[in-house]
C-alpha cells in the first residue's frame, strides 16, 4: 500500500529552527510537496521537489532523497504565525497526491 | 500563483436536502480538479478526480450516487451531496491543476464549510 509518514505534533520556539521529516512509500514517485494549513482553511502551497537535493526560499527549506524515501521541510527563525499544520504529499505514478496526516507545529514566545 | 475559488464557503441544510458546491479556477485551465473532504483534526481525504468533459474517479469508500460531481468546462466544476445527512458535515475542498505550462501544483480552493441539521 502507499504510505506517508510525519509526525503528528511539533513544538519549537519563537526563533529557533524546526525540521519536520516525512518518509514515503508509494508506487511511482512524481514529485513530493509541503503545504502549510492553518485551521479551519484549506492548504497553501510551500515547497516542491522531484529531484534530490535541497530548495531554498527565503526562510524555508525543503529537501528530498528519493532512494530514502524521505523529505523534510526547514523552518528558520520561527514566527508565532508558522503555527500550523504542515502537510507532505507525493505524487505517485498515476499522478495522484497521496497525502500524509500533516504536522501540527505549535511556536511558543 | 492561479486562483480557485469555491462557492459558497460555508452551508448549513436540513437532512436530507441537496447542496451544490462550485468550485472555478479564475485564471487559468482546469484539466483536472480534484474534491476533498477534511473531518477536524484529520488530514485531507481525496473524495475524487474529475477530468474535463469525462466522468469523475471516485475513491474507494465514496458513493459516487451521493456526491455527484460534474465537470463540464476547463474552469467550472460542481460537486453535489444528495440527500445530505449530519455525518456528511465536513469541510469539503476543491483543488485545480493543469496540464498547460509549468505547473506542477495543485491549487486550492478556500473551503466550504458544510453542516447538516
Known amino acids: 500500500g502507499q504510505n506517508i509518514d510525519q509526525p503528528t505534533e511539533m513544538t519549537a520556539t519563537e526563533g529557533a529552527i524546526v525540521q519536520i521529516n516525512c518518509t514515503y512509500q508509494?508506487?511511482?514517485?512524481?514529485?513530493l510537496f509541503w503545504y502549510q494549513q492553518h485551521a479551519g482553511e484549506a492548504p497553501t502551497f510551500l515547497s516542491y521537489n522531484v529531484l534530490d537535493g535541497l530548495e531554498e526560499k527565503g526562510r524555508l527549506s525543503s529537501f528530498l532523497s528519493r532512494s530514502k524515501g524521505y523529505s523534510y521541510l526547514l523552518l528558520k527563525e520561527l514566527q508565532m504565525k508558522d503555527s500550523a499544520s504542515y502537510l507532505c504529499a507525493v505524487r505517485d505514478s498515476n499522478y495522484q497526491l497521496i497525502w500524509g496526516a500533516g504536522t501540527k507545529l505549535i511556536i511558543k514566545p | 500563483g492561479a486562483v480557485v475559488s469555491q462557492h459558497p464557503s460555508w452551508v448549513i441544510c436540513k437532512s436530507g436536502t441537496s447542496v451544490k458546491i462550485e468550485c472555478r479556477s479564475l485564471?487559468?485551465?482546469?484539466?483536472?480538479m480534484f474534491w476533498y473532504r477534511q473531518f477536524p483534526k484529520q488530514s485531507l481525504m481525496l473524495m475524487a478526480t474529475s477530468n474535463e468533459g469525462s466522468k469523475a474517479t471516485y475513491e474507494q469508500g465514496v458513493e459516487k450516487d451521493k456526491f455527484l460531481i460534474n465537470h463540464a468546462s476547463l474552469t467550472l466544476s460542481t460537486l453535489t451531496v444528495t440527500s445530505a445527512h449530519p455525518e456528511d458535515s465536513s469541510f469539503y475542498i476543491c483543488?485545480?491543476?493543469?496540464?498547460?505550462?509549468?505547473?506542477?501544483?495543485?491549487?486550492f480552493g478556500p473551503g466550504t464549510r458544510l453542516t447538516v441539521l
Open positions: 483543488s485545480a491543476s493543469s496540464l498547460a505550462g509549468d505547473s506542477s501544483e495543485q491549487f
Open positions: 485564471d487559468f485551465q482546469a484539466t483536472t
Open positions: 508509494t508506487s511511482g514517485f512524481n514529485g
